[in-house]
């Protein structure tokens, strides 16, 4: 029993973090584009730091323009 509740406060904890760690990201995204992200770019962006990682989601902030990032963000497939 006190290794599920361990359990799920660790779980609870890493949600947190990773939360606290997204919302800078989160931020700038938002800065770049002029506006806030929707709540579809917000999950995609999430997705993406899954499956493309960091440097990736840094590299396309910093070498897009506000609209090419919008148009990345609403590309199921870009890369």
Same mark, same amino acid.
Do not use: C, I, N
């Given at each position: ?30 800065? %770049? /584009? !002029?506006?806030? $992200?929707? &709540?579809?770019?917000?999950?995609? #962006?999430? +997705?993406? *730091?899954?499956?493309?990682? @960091?440097? %990736? /989601? !840094?590299?396309? $902030?910093? &070498?897009?323009?506000?609209?090419? #990032?919008? +148009?990345? *963000?609403?590309?199921?497939? @870009?890369?």
């Amino acid at each position: 029993m006190q290794s599920s509740l361990y359990k799920r406060a660790h779980q609870s904890g890493d949600a947190q973090g990773f939360e606290r760690g997204f919302e800078p990201l989160a931020h700038l995204y938002h800065r %770049r /584009l !002029g506006r806030s $992200l929707t &709540d579809d770019e917000r999950k995609t #962006l999430r +997705a993406r *730091l899954d499956t493309h990682g @960091a440097d %990736r /989601l !840094g590299d396309v $902030l910093l &070498d897009l323009s506000a609209d090419a #990032l919008a +148009a990345w *963000l609403a590309d199921p497939d @870009a890369e």
